[in-house]
């Protein structure tokens, strides 16, 4: 087969419910020239068996599919590592198994990267529960410091979904991060500062889905403990690989960057547990909130009520009233 214009890395665990939706989404792409890398990261359900039946509909792309099963249930940056390493298409982009993608997805992103000779393309997505889809934009200057600067405060996404790159901004110099929660956040920055060329299309070809019953909606204490540890080190990798290469220019958005990632154990403090834990999280940061531009009056004071240890008070208070 000769080298894909288009690699499509695709992690599969426990998603037996969504898997062929997103198979299908896939093998009906427009694109012709295309790989396809489903990552088994031993789910334990019938994923791969689903999977395997989509794909008889679809023999044309048989040899264009590759379905790798990892020694041991790694993980989602493990698995996407997997990937990468496997990938030989010109571009490559992800893509999760319980979401889907438009039919012109890849052919449309891969003709304005080569119309441009772009090293990234960015487009807009969707949030969906299946029936009701929500427009999510991307839009973007083309700048590479205004591009990190959004997605280190979360103006436009850090997702690998919906940004084709090509293979080689993955170079001998990308750091993979071993930790699950906000792997793609260290990834799509080194993509960035690796990319030269960047585009932007206000087309919303990728559809992430939201399940109710989604762990990242039904989280007990333990795994927003680990959720906010895992992310706070991928955040203290970005900030620290920001700092090495451009100095003191991301200085502020590096602050929005962990004061986000910090406050994602915010719900257990403010049921009056891991105050001190959670002060002591980037505390460098503490002083310095208030100075933060790109963050709101609203965030800043409610942050200080907190470290303060009056919000919940303050909260409760008024609804006793």
């Keep these: 087969m000769n080298t894909p214009l288009v690699s499509v890395i695709v992690p599969v665990y426990g998603v ?17 020239s295309i790989e396809y890398i489903f990552v088994d990261d031993c789910t334990p359900d019938n994923s791969i068996e689903v999977l395997k039946k989509v794909l008889e509909d679809y023999s044309h792309r048989k040899e ?13 940056a493990a698995v996407r590592k997997c990937g990468v390493l496997q990938a030989s298409g010109e571009y490559i982009i992800h893509c999760d198994s319980d979401d889907w993608v438009d ?4 052919k449309e992103m891969y003709d304005k990267a080569k119309l441009g000779d772009y090293d990234m393309v960015i487009c807009d997505y969707y949030t969906s529960d299946g029936n009701i889809h929500n427009i999510c934009s991307s839009r973007t200057e083309t700048d590479k410091n205004i591009i990190l600067s959004n997605i280190l405060t979360q103006k436009i996404a850090c997702s690998l979904c919906n940004k084709l790159v090509r293979r ?39 559809y992430y889905y939201m399940s109710p019953n989604s762990i990242t909606r039904n989280v007990n204490e333990k795994n927003i403990l680990r959720n906010c540890h895992q992310a706070c080190y991928n955040a203290k990798f970005v900030s620290e690989l920001l700092v090495d290469k451009y100095g003191q220019l991301f200085a502020n958005d590096i602050i929005h960057l962990k004061y986000l990632k910090k406050n994602i154990m915010l719900s257990l403090v403010l049921k009056n547990k891991y105050l001190k834990e959670w002060r002591k999280i980037f505390p460098e940061i503490n002083s310095r909130i208030l100075f933060v531009s790109s963050l709101t009056i609203r965030e800043k004071i409610k942050f200080c009520l907190i470290f303060m240890g009056l919000y919940s008070f303050l909260l409760g208070r008024k609804k006793y009233n």
């Design 16 to 32: 037996e419910k969504y898997i062929e939706r997103c198979a299908r989404s896939l093998f009906e792409q427009t694109l012709e």
């Design 64 to 76: 264009q599919t590759i379905i790798y099963k990892m020694s041991k249930n790694s993980g989602q």
């Design 103 to 106: 039919r012109n997805m890849y």
């Design 168 to 206: 080689k901004c993955y170079n001998e110099s990308f750091v993979f991060p071993t930790y699950n929660n906000g792997e793609d956040l260290a990834m799509v920055i080194q993509l960035v500062v690796n990319s030269s060329s960047f585009a932007y299309t206000e087309k919303g070809f990728y």
